[in-house]
């Protein structure tokens, strides 16, 4: 299913011998994880600002909206991926979550093999991440009240096509 490199045990060893080299640039780096710690991650690049995206996939997977930073993948350790699942929502759209907890994690896509999202909210905070825009507004639900401080898109930025 294309995860296969996410997945990777060899990326615990990577992850720890980064782990000692980076615990003196807090700023690049977060951990994160889910409810139950099944899944648990680090970063090791800076991670973009947060973008609240209400389309219909994301609202209804997560109840609510997606509130994303995300990296290239290169960036993300997985720690411990015990209860990682990825849930095909589209053709070559995918969203991991915990398969215990039942926590959203991440989002991907095939078709954008450069980029994963993370879940703002499995960052252990102080994240030092701010939210700066909401994608996909016309189609959050009607009891949302969205944030005039955000830059507000009616579809995904740069992208004229629903994915
Ligand atoms: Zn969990
Ligand atoms: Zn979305």
Excluded: K, Q
């Excluded at 060893?13 to 409810?35: K, Y």
């Excluded at 290239?72 to 995918?94: M, S």
């Excluded at 991991?96 to 039942?102: E, S």
């Amino acid at each position: 299913m294309g995860m296969s490199a996410l997945a990777g045990s060899s990326r615990v060893g990577e992850a720890l011998a980064w782990e000692t080299s980076i615990v003196r640039d807090p700023e690049m780096a977060r951990s994160g994880r889910c409810a139950c710690g099944g899944v648990r991650f680090t970063t090791s690049l800076p991670l973009r600002p947060v973008v609240n995206c209400h389309c219909d996939r994301c609202r209804r997977i997560t109840g609510h909206f997606m509130a994303a930073t995300g990296c290239d993948p290169t960036g993300l350790y997985l720690d411990a991926d015990r209860t990682l699942r990825w849930y095909e929502a589209d053709p070559g759209v995918w969203y991991g979550f915990c398969g215990d907890c039942g926590s959203t994690l991440f989002w991907r896509a095939d078709g954008v093999p450069d980029w994963i999202s993370i879940a703002a909210g499995t960052l252990d905070p102080p994240t030092g991440l701010v939210t700066d825009s909401a994608w996909w507004t016309t189609t959050a639900s009607d009891y949302h009240r969205l944030d005039p401080s955000l830059e507000n898109y009616d579809r995904e930025p740069g992208s004229s096509a629903e994915r």
